[in-house]
């Protein structure tokens, strides 16, 4: 595997919410690059069998933790990725005191890590501190639309406090830390029954059920694929740079028509469906990604069919061996 970083240095890594889907991947992609990784995770939304093919690794290591509680980790380390939190919108709707928990104190947590160790950190931030955004596409200057008594509030406004705090801790603790604001992004390993669209769709799709369609489906996401998500973070982590930096695909689709796009990839017959539309659900996102790829050279590259096939194509084998898929 090759990465847009051109200086990578680093020699030991923890990967909080390893075990989740972006967790996992870029357990993965530090262990291609040979650096260990000790990953954390309380298995919430997320399950050992994700890291399970990385177990072997004399370099990886996986331990049980709730870093809510305390985070300790033994011998150096160099890069601390905060990854844990509940990301679909039905995980931290049924999760809206351990996500905020998370983003709170399992931050502060994450944060000490880093000061400790004297290690570069990076916070996995979100589209969603941008809201229902009322500019379009969303830089990193914009601040936002944020409803904090909404549903969703738990998600964005922890994810705003941890932007808070690890801007604090970068300026008055010297932790040398990085915002990653991260786009939708898909692909192998999420859980078929997380809620989010894509593998909504997907399952639905696969068994020939209707495709639930929320509103009208002219809402609008930009979705990215999950290879080049996580090539943009290791990038920014290399990079020195304090962020934010949006990372995501300017490669924008409205709900409805990404619905028809899986249903005829996967060549089913299966009817859309609409439901009604979630509260605060955004209208539009779409990143501004000039940053990104002046400060990194780094963009999307893969095509929404290439990455939807890959998707689909983990996602008919995964549910043909149901055993090993987790319903939460
Ligand atoms: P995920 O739910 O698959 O992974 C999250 C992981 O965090 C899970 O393994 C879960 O068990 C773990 N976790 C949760 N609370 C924990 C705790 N208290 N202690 C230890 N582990 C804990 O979600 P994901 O899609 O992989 O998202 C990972 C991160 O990236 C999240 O911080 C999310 O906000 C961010 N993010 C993801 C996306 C996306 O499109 N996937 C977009 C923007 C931001
Ligand atoms: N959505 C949908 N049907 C579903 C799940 C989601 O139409 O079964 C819609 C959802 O209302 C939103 C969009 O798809 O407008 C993206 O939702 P997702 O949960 O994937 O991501 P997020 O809202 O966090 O961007």
Same mark, same amino acid.
């Given at each position: 595997m090759t990465t847009h970083a051109t200086s990578w240095n680093f020699r030991r890594a923890v990967v909080t919410g390893g075990a989740g889907f972006l967790g996992s991947h870029l357990c993965e992609w530090l262990l291609s690059l040979g650096t260990q990784v000790v990953c954390l995770d309380n298995f919430l939304t997320g399950i050992p069998a994700n890291v399970a093919h990385l177990t072997d690794d004399p370099g990886f290591r996986l331990a049980r933790c709730d870093i809510t509680d305390f985070i300790h980790v033994s011998g150096e380390v160099d890069l601390v990725l905060h990854f844990a939190s509940p990301a679909s919108p039905a995980d931290y709707l049924r999760l809206p005191i351990q996500t905020l928990k998370v983003g709170s104190t399992g931050t502060l947590h994450s944060l000490g890590l880093a000061r400790e160790k004297k290690a570069r950190f990076v916070l996995a931030s979100t589209s969603e501190v941008y809201g229902d955004p009322l500019e379009h596409p969303q830089r990193e200057v914009y601040w936002g639309n944020v409803n904090p008594l909404g549903p969703r509030g738990? @998600?964005?406004?922890?994810?705003?406090?941890?932007?808070?705090? %690890?801007?604090?801790? $970068?300026?008055? #603790? &010297?932790?040398?830390?990085? /915002?990653? $604001?991260? !786009?939708?992004? @898909?692909?192998?390993?999420?859980?078929?029954?997380?809620?989010?669209? /894509?593998?909504? !769709? +997907?399952?639905?799709?696969?068994?020939?059920?209707?495709? *639930?369609?929320?509103?009208?489906?002219?809402?609008?996401?930009? =979705? #990215? @694929?999950?290879?080049? *998500?996580?090539? &943009? /973070?290791?990038?920014?982590?290399?990079?020195?740079?304090?962020?934010?930096?949006?990372?995501?695909?300017?490669?924008?689709?409205? +709900?409805?028509?990404?619905?028809? *796009?899986?249903?005829?990839? =996967?060549?089913?017959?299966?009817?859309?469906?609409?439901?009604?539309?979630?509260?605060?659900?955004?209208?539009?996102?779409?990143?501004?990604?000039?940053?990104?790829? %002046?400060?990194?050279?780094?963009?999307?590259?893969?095509?929404?069919?290439?990455?939807?096939?890959?998707?689909?194509?983990? !996602? $008919?084998?995964a549910l043909a061996d149901q055993e090993d898929l987790p319903s939460f």
């Amino acid at each position: 595997m090759t990465t847009h970083a051109t200086s990578w240095n680093f020699r030991r890594a923890v990967v909080t919410g390893g075990a989740g889907f972006l967790g996992s991947h870029l357990c993965e992609w530090l262990l291609s690059l040979g650096t260990q990784v000790v990953c954390l995770d309380n298995f919430l939304t997320g399950i050992p069998a994700n890291v399970a093919h990385l177990t072997d690794d004399p370099g990886f290591r996986l331990a049980r933790c709730d870093i809510t509680d305390f985070i300790h980790v033994s011998g150096e380390v160099d890069l601390v990725l905060h990854f844990a939190s509940p990301a679909s919108p039905a995980d931290y709707l049924r999760l809206p005191i351990q996500t905020l928990k998370v983003g709170s104190t399992g931050t502060l947590h994450s944060l000490g890590l880093a000061r400790e160790k004297k290690a570069r950190f990076v916070l996995a931030s979100t589209s969603e501190v941008y809201g229902d955004p009322l500019e379009h596409p969303q830089r990193e200057v914009y601040w936002g639309n944020v409803n904090p008594l909404g549903p969703r509030g738990v @998600y964005d406004e922890a994810k705003r406090y941890a932007e808070a705090l %690890t801007t604090a801790y $970068r300026a008055n #603790c &010297g932790v040398d830390a990085v /915002i990653v $604001r991260i !786009f939708n992004t @898909y692909g192998p390993r999420m859980r078929p029954d997380d809620g989010r669209a /894509i593998p909504t !769709f +997907i399952r639905q799709a696969l068994a020939g059920e209707p495709i *639930t369609v929320a509103g009208d489906g002219s809402q609008t996401r930009s =979705v #990215c @694929y999950v290879d080049d *998500t996580v090539q &943009g /973070i290791l990038a920014l982590a290399a990079s020195g740079h304090p962020g934010p930096v949006n990372i995501g695909s300017p490669d924008e689709i409205t +709900i409805l028509h990404l619905a028809e *796009t899986i249903r005829d990839m =996967v060549d089913a017959q299966a009817p859309i469906r609409l439901i009604n539309r979630p509260v605060d659900d955004p209208s539009v996102r779409k990143p501004d990604t000039t940053l990104a790829e %002046t400060l990194l050279g780094w963009k999307a590259t893969t095509s929404r069919e290439q990455g939807l096939h890959k998707t689909i194509e983990w !996602f $008919r084998s995964a549910l043909a061996d149901q055993e090993d898929l987790p319903s939460f």
